[in-house]
């Protein structure tokens, strides 16, 4: 294998409707280093600004691992003094505030381990499809580690407060099965039947219309905010430019004329 001083840790396909962005750090077990958090963020603009990807896909390089954490060996040289620690500190947030904040749908394709900083990725995905025998966890209490206040608040709103405790203060891993009912995960399939699952949900999802599907993205993002920090504002604007767009009128046509319809995301 090339040295992963020089390989792009995080490659990104265009396969319109569907895009890639695949942890690309096998010998690491995908573990993210400062690199894969920044380009993180890249890869989701990049495929925000294809207008032909309509549905982005996020996964390991190999099935071993979706990703297995932060990686610690990058610890002592990038947080040795307070400069280095906050931007460290804020590449995540940056990464995970790209997944949540994209106007396209975000799917996590979950195989091998899904543990720290890989849940807390899965976590900023809008769907999260996962294969049997999946390790997950947060072993953060095993490190010394505070979760940050995103990743606690997000896995408090999928999983609940009762599961997030047991998750964030037992370190424990468990199953993929757990996962599920834990409802940390949407769908659980066979291994060897994860990718075809992925790819007929989310070509399914990129045949609906772009604009309802970020506002419906967005309305539930703001609707988990207090009702102070909501951006009402915005929520309304884009319910506004559902019904003025070009694609409402085709949806109703295609309904009345009992045929798919063809929207364009305008």
Not at 102 to 122: E, F, H, N, R
Request: aromatic share 6%.
């Amino acid at each position: 294998m090339e040295n992963s001083e020089h390989k792009n840790p995080l490659l990104v396909e265009h396969e319109p409707p569907l895009g890639w962005m695949i942890i690309n750090r096998p010998e690491r077990r995908n573990a993210l280093n400062y690199e894969t958090w920044v380009r993180m963020v890249e890869a989701v603009n990049e495929l925000n600004e294809n207008p032909e990807v309509r549905v982005i896909i996020m996964r390991g390089v190999t099935p071993e691992a979706f990703i297995s954490g932060a990686d610690i060996s990058e610890f002592p040289s990038h947080r040795a003094n307070a400069e280095q620690a906050r931007m460290y500190r804020s590449a995540p947030g940056n990464a995970t505030s790209a997944l949540v904040g994209s106007p396209k749908p975000v799917i996590a394709m979950i195989a091998g381990i899904c543990i720290g900083g890989g849940l807390q990725v899965a976590l900023s995905c809008d769907i999260r499809l996962a294969a049997r025998g999946t390790k997950f966890g947060i072993p953060a209490a095993r490190l010394g580690l505070a979760y940050p206040l995103e990743g606690v608040l997000s896995l408090s709103q999928i999983a609940g407060p009762a599961n997030a405790r047991d998750i964030l203060m037992s370190a424990r891993i468990f199953d993929a099965e757990e996962a599920l009912r834990m409802g940390l995960i949407n769908r659980l399939v066979e291994p060897s039947e994860l990718e075809a699952n992925v790819r007929d949900y989310a070509t399914r999802m990129a045949s609906n219309a772009p604009l309802t599907m970020a506002a419906a993205k967005a309305t539930i993002r703001e609707g988990l905010k207090e009702g102070a920090e909501r951006d009402s504002k915005q929520i309304a604007a884009m319910v506004a430019r559902c019904f003025d767009s070009e694609d409402y009128k085709e949806g109703v046509r295609a309904f009345l004329e009992k045929r798919p319809p063809r929207f364009q995301g305008r």
